[in-house]
């Protein structure tokens, strides 16, 4: 089984700063999402890569494959990104189902 | 038809009972997992099918199962539920088995008493 560990669990930020949450996993993987969840449970997808960089707007997500990292940056912060913000992994020796981490609780202040 | 609806959104079962949470995805999406939520860790992966056929399985008993039909809807029926149970239900389709695309539900929160 691919373990995910996400870093740090929870994490508190004033509006406006820039914020960086890390996932490692331990085995080759085929894609990792980065997944943003609400209270109340709707899971929304933010990104899925296998290599490089990505960015949506505030959102910047990277993956080093050769050190099984990737890290989900947000600048310029804001409350209305309090989420908890969850790493999963897909590949071919799980038949691609998602290997999900606890999560990030991200809570950010005015 | 765009997004995934699972229903219900809520749901109290006793202990010993059974229950069926339902799934529609998004037309054309042939595949859909199904995972568990329990309060504050992570989804863990149940059981997943594509084109009606499951083709892989978590660390689920067998009276974890599942069904998925060609209208791109599926079921995940739990019987003799016990009180661990208890959790968030979330599915995710996606229009393949390498899982690109997925599109997830709000899920369903079961609560056996």
């Known amino acids: 089984k691919n373990e995910v560990e996400q870093s740090p669990q929870n994490l508190t930020a004033q509006e406006g700063e820039f914020i960086t949450i890390n996932c490692s996993y331990s085995v080759g993987i085929s894609a990792l999402h980065w997944l943003q969840q609400h209270p109340g449970g709707g899971i929304v997808s933010l990104f899925m890569l296998s290599s490089g960089k990505k960015k949506h707007g505030r959102l910047i997500a990277t993956i080093n494959i050769q050190e099984k990292h990737s890290s989900l940056h947000i600048t310029a912060s804001h409350p209305r990104d309090s989420a908890v913000y969850i790493c999963a992994v897909s590949s071919s020796n799980s038949g691609y189902a998602l290997n999900f981490g606890k999560g990030t609780s991200l809570l950010v202040t005015p | 038809e765009t997004g995934v609806t699972q229903s219900p959104t809520h749901l109290i079962k006793t202990r010993g009972q059974q229950v069926t949470l339902r799934c529609s995805s998004q037309s054309g999406h042939n595949t859909v997992s199904w995972y568990q939520q329990a309060l504050g860790q992570g989804p863990q992966f149940i059981f997943q099918?594509?084109?009606?056929?499951?083709?892989g399985r978590g660390n689920f008993p067998p009276r974890f199962s599942g069904l998925q039909f060609p209208n791109y809807s599926s079921e995940l029926n739990v019987n003799a539920l016990e009180l661990d149970d208890s959790a968030l239900y979330l599915c995710?389709?996606?229009?393949?088995?390498?899982?690109?695309?997925?599109?997830f539900g709000s899920g369903t929160r079961l609560t056996v008493v």
């Open positions: 995710a389709s996606s229009p393949d088995p390498l899982g690109y695309g997925y599109t």
């Open positions: 099918y594509y084109r009606e056929e499951e083709n």
